[in-house]
Each structure stands twice: as C-alpha cells, then as structure tokens.
C-alpha cells in the first residue's frame, strides 16, 4: 500500500514537473526580463532583422545580436498586441517557431503574435490557443463537391489539373514557391485542360493559379481557407501513408455551408464587394487601396506602415483595379504603388491619393491622415497651414568658438544661419526658397503636367547628369513625347554667353549635349539610373573643348550604400552601413596634384554619433572629433578640431551645427 501511494506520488510530481516545464519552454522565442521584451532565434544566417508592428514592418531597421549561437534582439515595448516575423539575410521572412500564437499574415503563411500584459507578461492574445498556432489559427472549409484532378503520380510528384480553354499561360503560386507569380509554370495537356507538377515534402500547402494577371482558387481544390484579402487560398495536405505520398484535404478541415455547383468562383476582397471604390476608402475598420494599371502583370503597396517593403502587401485585379486591405492604425501615412510590368518594378503614386509631398527622388508619395471620429476611422489630407499652403522646411545653424588660454572661449563671429523652405499647394507645383540672412540664396520653381515639366532655378542646379558641374542658374524644359521618352531643352545664366543644353530621356537613361552648359565649349553628358533590384547611378560628363571630364556613381542595397566621384584631379568616395545593428558611415578625398587628402569615419548607436576625422595638406594637419544627437526633428553635433595637437588651447576650434526640421 505504501509502495503504491508512493509510486502514485512520483508519477504526479513528474506530471507537475512536466507541465512547469512546458509552460517555461512554450514562450521560449519572447520572454520579458528587466523592463524589456526578448527576441531569440535560431537559424543559420549572416544577419537577421526583427520586423513587426512595433517599426511599422522595417526589414532593416532592428538588427539581432548573436549570442550563443542564438539571435537576439531586446526591445522596450508598452503593453500592448504585437505581430512580428524574423528577416533572414535582408530578404526572407521566416515566422518564429516558437511564437507564442500566430495569425494569417495574408501570403499564405502567419506571423507570430503575442501580448504583452501591464504585469509585464508575455501571453496568447485572446481568442488565440496555443493548441491553433499549429496551423497558424487557420480554418479550412472542405469542398465536397469537386471534381478529382489532384493526385500523386507514379514517380511521386504531385499533380495538379487546371481547365481553361482561354489562359495563354497560367502559373500556380502558393507557400511551396514563396508565392511567387511567374516561377511555376503550368503544362497544356489538351483540350484547355493545364497541369502543375510538384515536388512536395508532406505537409500542408495553400495556392492559387495565375492567370493573366489574375489569382483565382482552384475550383476542384480539396478545401479552401482565407486568403487575408476576403478571398479563398486552395489548400491540399501532402502526406505519407504505407509507405507512398497521397494528397488530400487537411485533416483539420470541416464541413461549413452549402458549396454552390462544382466551381467555386474567387470573391473579391470583403472590403470591395459590390463596386470598386478608386482611390482611398474605408470598409469595415480597414483602409481599402483600388487603383487601375491595365498594363501591369503585378502589383504591391508600399509604405511607411511597411518599412517602404515592395513586397510586404500585395495587391488583387478586381473588376480592372489593383485592390488590397490594411488594418492601419491612426496617424499620418505615406505610400506608393509598386507595379511588376515586363518583369520590373515600377514605383507610381497615388493619381487619387488624398494629398502629396516629395519622395527625395524627383517624385512623390501618397500622404493621408487616419483620424477617428466618433469611433469610426476617417480618412483626411495631410493638415496645411494658415492660408491653405502646405509648407516644409528646415533651418540650419552654425557657431565657432575658439579655445583661448586667458579666455577659454572665444566667440568667433555671428553664426551662420539658413532658412530652407518648400511650398507644395499642388501636385503640379513645388516652390523652394533657402534663405541666408535676409537675401534669398537659391530658389527653384517646378510647374508640371502628365507631360510637360517646367523649371526655374536660381543659384541651385537642376538634375540634369552630372547637375553639379552645370550652370545653377537658368529655364529647364522636359516633355514627354512617347510612354518612356521626353526630349530636355535648357538655357543657363551667364553674363556674355547664352549657355543651352538639350537632349532625350528613355526610361533609366538620359543623354544630354550642351553649348557653354557645362564648362566653356561643348559637352556630352550621361546618367543611368535603376532603383530595383538594387540602387544604381551612373553619371558621366566630358568637355570637348578642353578634354575635362567628370565621372559618378552609386550602388546601394537594403544593407549598404556607396557613391563616389572623380574630375581628373580630386576624388571622393563614401559609404554607409547598418548591418551590424548599428550605422557605420565614412568619406574621404584625394587631390591628385598637391596629395591633399581627408578622411572621415562615424558610428552611429540609437540616436548618437560619434566620428573622427584627419585633413592633410600642405598648410594643414587637422584633427577632428565629432559627438552628435540626431532625431526625425533635429540633427545637433559639436565638432571639435585642433591644428596642432602640442598647441590644444591655441589651436583648437569649437563648431556647433544643427538642423531642425519642420
């Protein structure tokens, strides 16, 4: 008897162990510890990323440590509900196995999702089981009315029958190829009759055939579940059964309403039903994007609400429009289109977007404001100024001191000051002024169409290849004459000459030829620009008359950046990084004549900097230290920078600069 009681007490402290063991080990991808939540991955990677909810999905900005072999990341969070994923590389988003839940992140697979309590714990949000995180909380819906066209052949591979009398060529997409469009071709049998040959590993699998453009749901598909876009992924499971792979529909899938007829059409996406609305409007809590683009095979939405990804959400053709659904919370939004035409991407905005601002790059992004009112969501332009001008600038400071040895410090004259400012009242229209004093220092006025570009520029060249070494005064001209091609006419300020440019603009490449434009005489100039996939510029400028010369260029990924340029006699180099979770940044120059050369490194943490550079030549050995602090608002450093180092207090300078946006 006391064996027994005895035998029963050891299987219930090991029954006790377990389950303590098991909630411990359960949450092991998120703890909290110290006012901080805590990221772990393993995964053979030179670099992973943290992306998420919490930075709007960047998949660069928050770079994981590895510690022991694990990748880790801690992050200050508030309580509050949080979707996240791991970007392996820079390129592939890979869901934590051991999230605490997960939900459908709209492609076919799930994000990890969890909640962090005010108590400072780390939990399934409600609703959410950890016995559904094994298939992602997915519920598959059989289709009991298909037709047999799936099966597994002779050799093993996975058959999967399409009919269309009308397809030129359809593909099948799904989680077994990363969904991509154009990689999985399917095979013309006969009589409009197409099939897919997979090679599978047992599993579960969700897809959808391509066709001209369209992603529609296998009609005779084992089940179906939610696509994250109010419409139905097909899904199989891939399993091994005596020895052989069979397929069939999930074993989680059940019964639920009446299937209409043997086909099963796509719906549209549950905030579309009924007639597209183009532009922006809001459907059930949720911001729906419709835009038309006849020739685009493609199409992403990207944005500040996805770190600029043009990947991250892809858009459906619904009744002529590209179509997609974002659940956004309020605030002000930026985005752009990302159309896939001829196997590129092109970036457009938004010809409905509720309002506009420059994108850096000579264009411009959509802008909206998310506001709730009344409990409901509302979509707004981006608020303007007193008068109706919407206006952004900056203004720039500079002030130098000097180390005195019966001083300490002297003040050495008025500050430098700079006011920049830009009007946008339209998206034809963009005025800049730069203010130095009271006297206008450069200025630029841009008037434009859906062909005509119009320019005036002052003090500040226009960008045109190799602009810096232009005239930066004078009247630019671009008009469009066919879907890629615009002709450019220029006239320069000069005192006793008329200088001109001219020449054409196809697609990345633009030619110029110039009369006095340049340098004195006749010049030929070159740019090339790609944005995807990687950044690259190309710019060249030679004079015939002297046989001068300018070359640049520039190459940047989503992990670094580097640019240089060369005149003949002075080169310049810079780079940056930020692959090791934090911004790595240096430059120099090189004087082929005199050996004049600087040299500038700087390493930036958080929202501080700290840099060092040297400056030889033949009057000068400088030594420079910088310390800065930097935000979305302001960027303020103190330079400190001394001549001669057996003279500190005689021969160092103080410089103190900033910039503050607004």
């Keep these: 008897m006391k064996l027994s009681i005895f035998s029963n007490l050891k299987k219930a402290l090991f029954v006790v162990t377990l389950i303590v063991l098991l909630s411990t080990l359960s949450f092991a991808g998120v703890t909290y510890k110290d006012g901080k939540v805590i990221f772990t991955f393993k995964a053979q990677a030179n670099v992973v990323y943290l992306a998420g909810t919490f930075n709007n999905w960047s998949p660069i900005a928050w770079a994981m440590k590895l510690v022991d072999g694990v990748w880790t990341y801690e992050a200050e969070l508030k309580p509050g509900t949080y979707q996240y994923k791991f970007v392996i590389d820079g390129k592939t988003w890979k869901e934590d196995p051991e999230a605490p839940a997960y939900v459908d992140d709209g492609f076919g697979g799930k994000n990890g999702i969890f909640t962090l309590t005010d108590d400072g714990k780390i939990v399934a949000p409600e609703g959410t089981t950890q016995a559904q995180t094994q298939q992602g909380g997915k519920k598959y819906i059989l289709n009991e009315k298909r037709e047999n066209t799936i099966f597994v052949d002779a050799d093993g591979y996975v058959i999967i029958r399409y009919y269309n009398k009308d397809a030129k060529q359809p593909y099948i997409a799904g989680s077994f190829n990363n969904w991509k469009a154009d990689d999985t071709p399917l095979y013309f049998i006969e009589d409009g009759w197409w099939e897919a040959v997979l090679e599978l590993q047992p599993g579960v699998y969700e897809y959808k055939f391509v066709v001209d453009g369209n992603w529609i749901p296998d009609p005779n598909a084992f089940a179906y579940t939610d696509d994250g876009f109010g419409g139905l992924n097909a899904v199989i499971e891939v399993a091994r059964e005596g020895g052989k792979l069979v397929v069939k529909a999930p074993a989680t899938a059940v019964k639920e309403g009446k299937q209409e007829g043997s086909k099963v059409e796509e719906k549209k996406p549950a905030a579309t039903v009924g007639k597209v609305t183009p532009g922006l ?55 752009k289109f990302v159309f896939v035409i001829g196997g590129n991407d092109v970036w457009e905005e938004d010809p409905l977007a509720p309002a506009y601002e420059p994108d850096g790059f000579g264009g411009k992004n959509g802008v909206f404001k998310l506001v709730e009112k009344d409990g409901k969501l509302a979509i707004e332009g981006v608020e303007s100024q007193a008068g109706g001008l919407p206006v952004k600038g900056k203004y720039e400071f500079t002030y130098s001191f000097k180390l005195d040895a019966t001083k300490y410090l002297i003040f050495t004259g008025a500050p430098t000051t700079k006011l920049t400012l830009m ?19 450069s200025a630029l006025f841009n008037l434009k169409n859906d062909k005509l570009n119009v320019g005036f520029h002052y003090k500040t060249p226009w960008n045109l290849p190799a602009g810096t070494k232009a005239k930066d005064t004078g009247l630019v001209f671009s008009y469009k004459v066919m879907e890629k091609v615009s002709v450019i006419f220029g006239l320069g300020y000069t005192s006793n000459k008329l200088p001109m440019v001219g020449g054409l603009e196809y697609n990345c490449l633009t030619l110029v030829a110039a009369s006095d434009y340049y340098a004195t005489g006749y010049s030929v100039a070159a740019r090339y620009d790609i944005e995807k996939p990687f950044g690259l510029s190309v710019e060249g400028l030679y004079n015939l008359a002297n046989s001068s010369y300018y070359v640049a260029m520039s190459f940047s990924t989503e992990q670094f950046a580097i640019s240089g340029n060369f005149d003949g006699n002075k080169f310049y180099a810079e780079g940056q990084t930020g692959i090791f979770g934090f911004g790595l940044y240096a430059n120099g120059t090189y004087t082929l004549g005199s050996k004049n050369y600087t040299v500038y490194g700087q390493i930036t943490v958080d929202k501080y900097k ?14 420079s230290v ?34 503050v946006n607004f």
């Design 281 to 335: 409007s809001i459907v059930d809590g949720k911001v729906v994007f419709a835009v038309k683009k006849e020739n685009a095979q493609e199409a992403y939405l990207a944005g500040s609400f996805n770190g600029w990804n043009p990947r991250a959400q892809k858009m459906q053709l619904v009744d002529g429009y590209w179509v997609t659904t974002l659940a956004l919370q309020p605030g002000v939004h930026k985005y």
């Design 423 to 441: 009007f946008v009242p339209n998206s034809d229209i963009t005025v800049s002024l730069v203010y130095g004093g009271a006297t206008v220092d």
């Design 626 to 659: 910088v310390l800065g602090r930097f935000d979305d608002v302001s960027d303020v450093k103190l330079t400190i920078r001394n001549t001669n180092l057996q003279n500190i207090m005689g021969a160092t300078t103080l410089i103190l600069t900033g910039v």
């Design 610 to 623: 700290f840099g060092i550079g040297y400056e030889k030549s033949s009057t000068t050995n400088a030594v």
